[in-house]
């Protein structure tokens, strides 16, 4: 520990802030670039390639992409799950990629891997439907997620076999984006 702990070679930017997931990490920079590394399979990593990212010499710094996460999108804060990743931007909108088990990235389950086909980040990837208030805080359990509007409320989605999303029931909470629901009907 201590010195003797290797630095995780980000290309030299600031770390803002870390988002841990159960398979992957990613890492939000000085100047709003957002970075993830770990197991390429499950996609929270935000590009193309199914391959992992800092097992192998070359893959970490500057080797490493930025995540394209839109032209009006400026993130301040980062969530993952085991499968999952979302970013809450300056805006209070959220957006969400990888895979969609369980609704924890509040799409459909059918929607499959958000972020594994081209042209599905960027301005493509649509900012979740949270109702009319913008969000101040997310967080991601292992397949759910929970986002604090500015009134204090909260709505959550995902998986709910134990009651983690709140709404009174074990079923998933339905998705707050594509073929889901408005996620103001989920729980208060």
């Not at 770990?38 to 500057?62: A, C, I, K, Y």
């Not at 799409?107 to 913008?134: F, H, K, Q, V």
Request: net charge negative; aromatic share 6%.
């Amino acid at each position: 520990m201590g010195g003797h702990l290797p630095v995780v070679d980000l290309g030299g930017l600031d770390v803002v802030q870390l988002a841990l997931g159960f398979w992957h990490s990613c890492a939000l920079l000085a100047g709003a670039t957002v970075k993830c590394f770990g197991r390429g399979f499950v996609l929270g990593l935000g590009d193309t390639r199914w391959q992992n990212r800092g097992d192998n010499p070359g893959e970490m710094g500057s080797e490493l992409p930025a995540l394209d996460l839109g032209t009006d999108f400026e993130p301040v804060e980062l969530t993952a799950g085991a499968y999952h990743t979302c970013a809450l931007s300056r805006r209070g909108t959220v957006k969400c990629w990888g895979y969609a088990y369980l609704l924890g990235l509040g799409w459909s389950a059918a929607a499959g891997y958000i972020g594994s086909r081209p042209n599905e980040m960027g301005d493509s990837l649509p900012t979740l439907d949270l109702g009319a208030l913008p969000a101040v805080q997310i967080s991601a359990g292992v397949v759910h997620t929970c986002a604090v509007l500015v009134d204090g409320s909260a709505r959550c989605w995902g998986e709910s076999d134990l009651g983690q999303l709140g709404h009174g029931t074990t079923e998933p909470g339905h998705g707050a984006g594509k073929e889901g629901i408005d996620a103001s009907e989920l729980i208060e």
